[in-house]
């Protein structure tokens, strides 16, 4: 995880923190190790979590208070992908993903200017309106971190009431929106009836142990 941590009493003014998971996730059982499919069911979630097993049972509302949005030729199905899995876990389990307050008081402290003093927390969501970087958008233009910005001016945890909801885009739905060919790359159209077909093979051994001038030119009136 990253932990991106800004303010004047910050030491350069902006920080990035890599924080590792407190345990491993253990997800060798969840591929299939001859065709590599992801065998993960949409009603049943079971993952090891350093030494202990972790069973879930997801809702439909779970997954839809999660944000998660099934694509329409799958409303049906059984499966899961792994990007939604580890939306939902991130939902379900919260403090194995998150810094529990403690961890982000202590990161923050260390990052923080000599003699700055004692910090207090005055507002925290998760939910808030992110800049388009990758459109070039900064900070100071996006609507909701303008009113984050007066927030922390005036130590005034009311002043995020002039959020809309509407502005949130952190979701995992809102995210999928976004990259939604990456997350769910477009499947092959199959070949038209009756159309030319081909199938990949591997290369014989052989074919490695052929020099360049091993093989014969083929004269031009037998060439096709």
């Not at 876990?89 to 961890?103: A, G, I, R, T, V």
């Amino acid at each position: 995880m990253v932990l991106h941590l800004y303010g004047n009493c910050i030491q350069g003014q902006v920080q990035w923190i890599l924080r590792e998971l407190p345990a491993r996730i253990d997800v060798q059982e969840l591929w299939d190790n001859q065709t590599g499919a992801f065998l993960a069911r949409r009603d049943r979630v079971r993952i090891r979590w350093g030494d202990e097993w972790l069973e879930f049972t997801p809702t439909a509302q779970e997954y839809a208070t999660t944000g998660i949005v099934f694509p329409p030729d799958r409303q049906q199905a059984n499966d899961l992908e792994p990007l939604e899995m580890l939306a939902y876990l991130c939902w379900k389990l919260q403090s194995p993903f998150f810094l529990s307050d403690e961890e982000l008081a202590d990161a923050v402290q260390g990052a923080v200017v000599e003699g700055t003093g004692e910090l207090r927390l005055i507002f925290q969501t998760r939910e808030w309106q992110h800049p388009k970087v990758g459109e070039g958008e900064l900070p100071s233009q996006v609507l909701g971190m303008q009113v984050l910005a007066r927030l922390v001016a005036t130590g005034d945890a009311s002043v995020w009431n002039e959020f809309r909801p509407e502005w949130v885009n952190t979701r995992f739905a809102d995210v999928v929106r976004v990259n939604w060919e990456f997350i769910y790359p477009p499947k092959p159209a199959p070949p038209p009836p009756g159309g030319p077909t081909y199938e990949l093979i591997p290369a014989p051994d052989w074919w490695a142990e052929l020099e360049e001038d091993a093989w014969e030119e083929v004269p031009e009136e037998g060439q096709e």
